[in-house]
């Protein structure tokens, strides 16, 4: 697949998700083909999964908190990490930040971010560079559902905890993924995010906003 920005207009429609109603996507439905597609068709014609078409309960819920929380988001620098359809980014973006960069290492999401960005009327930067590993300019680190699996969880988990030293504030989004940290965060907000049972094993998942805090992170 050449052109990712027309594979995403031809198979999403423009949607706001149930929680975040002030900020529209281009999401797949249950009334365009992506959504019925399994990884290995999509894999045949050169997609990746695509995450960035789904708006996950844990983005949802950090959309909300920073888009009802501008006073902590205003005047400061942002990294949208494993942005996806680009929702947390987009939120810090409406909330007043000075410069967001949403990262995501698959090209169809950067497309993705950069029509939703269009769409909302906001300007976001992208990369595709794996960023763990970096030391990071940005005030403040948001990840949204990203703890979904254990080697990716433990990795990202011990590079936040690095920037935290290095002065940066982390939130996470989260619905009780299995590689969410026991321990280690202040809860700040629970919200209960309608979600789909073609994604997930309830239609709605209660979910948290957590800030991370000091410490030497997963061994």
Same mark, same amino acid.
């Given at each position: 697949?050449? =052109?990712?920005?027309?594979?995403?207009?031809?198979? +999403?429609?423009?949607?706001?998700?149930?929680?975040?109603?002030?900020?529209?996507?281009? &999401?797949?439905?249950?009334?365009?083909?992506? /959504? %019925?597609?399994?990884?290995?068709?999509?894999?045949?014609?050169?997609?990746?999964?695509?995450?960035?078409?789904?708006? /996950?309960?844990?983005?949802?819920?950090?959309?909300? !908190?920073?888009?009802?929380?501008?006073? =902590?988001?205003?005047? $400061?620098?942002? @990294?949208?990490?494993?942005?996806?359809?680009?929702?947390?980014?987009?939120?810090?973006?409406?909330?007043?930040? $000075?410069?967001? #960069?949403?990262?995501?290492?698959?090209?169809?999401?950067?497309?993705?971010?950069?029509?939703?960005? +269009? &769409?909302?009327?906001?300007?976001?930067?992208? +990369?595709?560079?794996?960023?763990?590993?970096? +030391?990071?300019? !940005?005030? @403040?680190? @948001?990840?949204?559902?990203?703890?979904?699996?254990?080697? &990716?969880?433990?990795?990202?988990?011990?590079? &936040?905890?690095?920037?935290?030293?290095?002065?940066?504030?982390?939130?996470?989004? =989260?619905?009780? %993924?299995?590689? !969410?940290?026991?321990?280690? !965060?202040?809860? #700040?907000?629970?919200?209960?995010?309608?979600?789909? $049972?073609?994604?997930?094993?309830?239609?709605?998942?209660?979910?948290?906003?957590? $800030?991370?805090?000091?410490?030497?992170?997963?061994?």
């Amino acid at each position: 697949m050449n =052109d990712p920005a027309l594979f995403i207009a031809s198979n +999403t429609a423009p949607i706001a998700p149930p929680l975040v109603p002030e900020i529209t996507l281009r &999401l797949a439905t249950e009334v365009v083909p992506l /959504w %019925r597609k399994t990884e290995e068709e999509l894999e045949a014609i050169g997609v990746p999964p695509p995450y960035w078409a789904f708006a /996950w309960a844990g983005g949802q819920a950090l959309a909300r !908190f920073v888009l009802d929380h501008p006073e =902590d988001i205003r005047d $400061r620098s942002v @990294l949208d990490f494993g942005a996806g359809s680009g929702l947390v980014g987009l939120a810090a973006a409406r909330a007043g930040a $000075r410069d967001v #960069l949403c990262a995501d290492v698959d090209h169809f999401a950067r497309a993705a971010i950069q029509l939703n960005a +269009t &769409l909302n009327g906001v300007h976001l930067r992208t +990369t595709g560079e794996d960023v763990i590993g970096q +030391t990071t300019p !940005f005030e @403040l680190i @948001l990840v949204g559902d990203m703890c979904y699996e254990r080697p &990716l969880a433990d990795r990202l988990l011990a590079w &936040l905890h690095q920037q935290i030293g290095n002065g940066a504030e982390v939130l996470l989004g =989260d619905p009780g %993924r299995s590689y !969410f940290p026991k321990q280690g !965060f202040e809860k #700040l907000a629970a919200y209960q995010v309608q979600t789909t $049972r073609e994604l997930e094993d309830r239609e709605i998942r209660d979910t948290g906003v957590y $800030r991370l805090l000091a410490g030497p992170g997963p061994t």
